[in-house]
């Protein structure tokens, strides 16, 4: 059974850093990434990237978050620095098995989703 675990969501202030991993068991994937859903919005893409380590990432997060995953854990994690009250929403780890570009990262393009992190950033 294919499954994705999140951990590191929290209660941080703005400025601070957080780092969310997620595991994945089940299978390999050529692309893992994350997307968030603050309430009210839709779901967005944040980072993702390929199983050789080329990343994407939305405009919103460039210079702040990093995407990295371990191959050998299966493993994908985020580290979030300079954190604003705008990140603030749940953020879902996904995976794909589809070829990674920037046309397939759409929420639609991946096919397996994690429970949710809640990462909530006061200001």
């Known amino acids: 059974q294919v499954q994705l675990v999140e951990s590191g969501g929290g209660l941080v202030q703005a400025g601070d850093s957080l780092r969310l991993s997620c595991a994945a068991s089940?299978?390999?994937?050529?692309?893992m990434g994350w997307f968030r859903q603050a309430p009210g919005k839709e779901r967005e893409f944040v980072a993702a990237?390929?199983?050789?380590?080329?990343?994407y990432y939305a405009d919103s997060v460039k210079g702040r978050f990093t995407i990295s995953r371990d191959n050998a854990k299966n493993t994908v994690y985020l580290q979030m620095n300079s954190l604003k009250p705008e990140d603030t929403a749940v953020y879902y780890c996904?995976?794909?098995?589809?070829?990674?570009?920037?046309?397939?990262?759409?929420?639609?393009?991946?096919?397996?989703w994690g429970q949710g992190a809640q990462v909530t950033v006061s200001s």
């Open positions: 996904a995976a794909t098995l589809r070829p990674l570009t920037m046309a397939t990262i759409r929420p639609v393009d991946f096919g397996s």
């Open positions: 089940g299978r390999t994937y050529s692309g």
């Open positions: 990237i390929r199983w050789s380590g080329m990343s």
